[in-house]
C-alpha cells in the first residue's frame, strides 16, 4: 500500500501564489508516475499535472500552463505544485495521486493511488 498526504492548501487573492505538497510513503518502489487532480463543485476531476516518478517528464493541463510547475524531491519522495498567477477558476480540492501501474504508460490516467485532497480557494 502506498500513503498519499497533502499539504499547502489555502486561500489566496487572484494573482497570488501557492505551493501544494504530497509525501508518498510506503510501498513506492514500483511507483511508476504521481500527478496533481482538482475537482471543482460541479465539475468533474481533472488532470491538472502529471510527472514521471524520476523527474524527466511532465504533463499540464492547458489552463494551468505557464503558471503551475510540478516537481519531485526524489530523496524526500515528496511532490510538490507551485501555483503562481492564481485564478478564480483554479479553485478546488486538490488531490495528489500516484500511479504504480506501467499501462496506460501516459501521464494522463491509471493513477490508483490517491489523497484525500486539500482546499484551494482564490478570491477575487
Known amino acids: 500500500q502506498v500513503q498519499l498526504v497533502e499539504s499547502g492548501g489555502g486561500s489566496v487573492q487572484a494573482g497570488g501564489s501557492l505551493r501544494l505538497s504530497c509525501a508518498a510513503s510506503g510501498r513506492t518502489a514500483s511507483a511508476k508516475a504521481m500527478a496533481w487532480c482538482r475537482r471543482a463543485p460541479g465539475k468533474e476531476r481533472e488532470l491538472v499535472a502529471g510527472i514521471t516518478w524520476s523527474g524527466s517528464s511532465t504533463r499540464y493541463a492547458d489552463s494551468v500552463k505557464g503558471r503551475f510547475t510540478i516537481y519531485r524531491d526524489n530523496a524526500q519522495n515528496t511532490m510538490y505544485l507551485q501555483m503562481n498567477s492564481l485564478k478564480p477558476a483554479d479553485a478546488a480540492v486538490y488531490y495528489c495521486?500516484?500511479?504504480?501501474?506501467?499501462?496506460?504508460?501516459?501521464?494522463?490516467?491509471?493513477?490508483?493511488?490517491w489523497g484525500q485532497g486539500t482546499q484551494v480557494t482564490v478570491s477575487i
Open positions: 495521486a500516484l500511479k504504480s501501474l506501467s499501462v496506460p504508460p501516459t501521464l494522463s490516467d491509471g493513477y490508483d493511488y
